[in-house]
């Protein structure tokens, strides 16, 4: 799923209680896994609140909803995102950046970050980009879906992924993740 899907879902516990929703995405610094959830206080006049999810605290993410077991799941806000800081790499929010390959292609703009959970792992990983291509794929200004690689290096400015990532390039999400997976087979293969 994207995490824009995410964001504005409620957070609701066991008993029933819609207790926040989902105001940001936190990206463990490494850029690979959702680390947790900024909260946003339910109803129009609700604003931030200085409580955050962290992913250990989450029970599923469903399409409908985030559950949590009660509202002890959350934690102050600065130490979810100093946990996730904690996880090795520069970290911070990819959504401009630009992703280029290790032979120096710019492949386009980050737009949207593409999540796959794991319920049996209870993990939630990044598994992809939602990009604004550039000329280099020939569909400048289209939105396109590009695999990531099991580890990814990453700045501020820039997420690099290796060139032969242009070739699993798609626009279809329901087929996103056999893209991925052939995508990192290539890569283990040395092919």
């Not at 060139?163 to 991925?180: H, I, K, P, Y």
Request: charged share 25%; with cysteine.
């Amino acid at each position: 799923m994207r995490t824009s899907e995410i964001t504005k879902r409620p957070v609701v516990t066991h008993q029933g209680e819609d207790v926040a929703q989902v105001k940001d995405i936190v990206f463990a610094a490494n850029g690979g896994r959702v680390g947790g959830f900024t909260l946003a206080g339910r109803g129009l006049f609700s604003g931030p609140k200085k409580e955050a999810l962290s992913w250990e605290s989450v029970g599923s993410l469903g399409a409908d909803a985030v559950m949590i077991e009660s509202e002890a799941a959350f934690e102050p806000h600065q130490s979810v995102l100093d946990r996730s800081a904690r996880s090795g790499g520069s970290g911070g929010d990819v959504l401009g950046s630009k992703v280029l390959t290790d032979a120096g292609t710019d492949l386009g703009v980050v737009v949207d970050v593409v999540v796959e959970v794991d319920d049996d792992a209870h993990t939630c990983d990044v598994i992809g980009y939602e990009i604004e291509a550039s000329e280099a794929l020939e569909t400048k200004g289209t939105r396109l879906l590009i695999p990531l690689p099991a580890t990814l290096s990453a700045s501020k400015e820039f997420l690099m992924v290796p060139d032969s990532a242009r070739n699993f390039v798609g626009r279809d999400l329901a087929g996103f993740g056999a893209s991925v997976a052939a995508f990192r087979a290539q890569l283990e293969g040395g092919a």
